[in-house]
């Protein structure tokens, strides 16, 4: 299974296109900032199923600020990262990742491109599609039972 993650997309939808037209992923996951923008790309590819959670800038008080997805045998927690406050520190992650059994923590929020695998948990942020001169997006591939994830520049 292949899983197009993206992230602060502001207002990029075409980016965001381009992305899925070059990767033909089974499952696309937007990870906040702009809510708007997830739903447009949806409509633009609605046989492709679709996961979003809202980011600090939709102002979505009504949906959840996180999901836990089950992903063959695998538990996926996808965030924006600022409840977690990413930003400065990975520690709260690292926390809720141990406590909850994690196989991978998604969030965005930095605009950075970040892979790390920490004791059992591979943390990805796919770094910002929506940014006009370093759009970068991150790939998750899920194989005989193996969880794997880079990012990749769109340019």
Known sequence: MKI???????GNIE??????ERESPHMILHLGDCWRDGERLHDLFPEIPFHQIPGNCDFRPAEPTEQLLFLEDKRVLICHGHTYGV????????YTA??????LFLFGHTHRPFVDMRGKTLFLNPGSIG???HPF???ITLENGKING???PLN
Request: aromatic content about 6%; charged content about 20%; overall charge negative.
């Open 131 to 133: 940014d006009y001169h």
């Open 15 to 20: 980016n965001m296109a381009q992305a899925v």
């Open 98 to 103: 141990e406590e909850q059994n994690l196989d």
């Open 87 to 94: 930003k400065q520190s990975m520690m709260s992650a690292g």
């Open 137 to 139: 997006y991150g790939i």
């Open 150 to 152: 880079r990012t990749v």
């Open 4 to 10: 197009l993650v993206l992230s602060d997309s502001h």
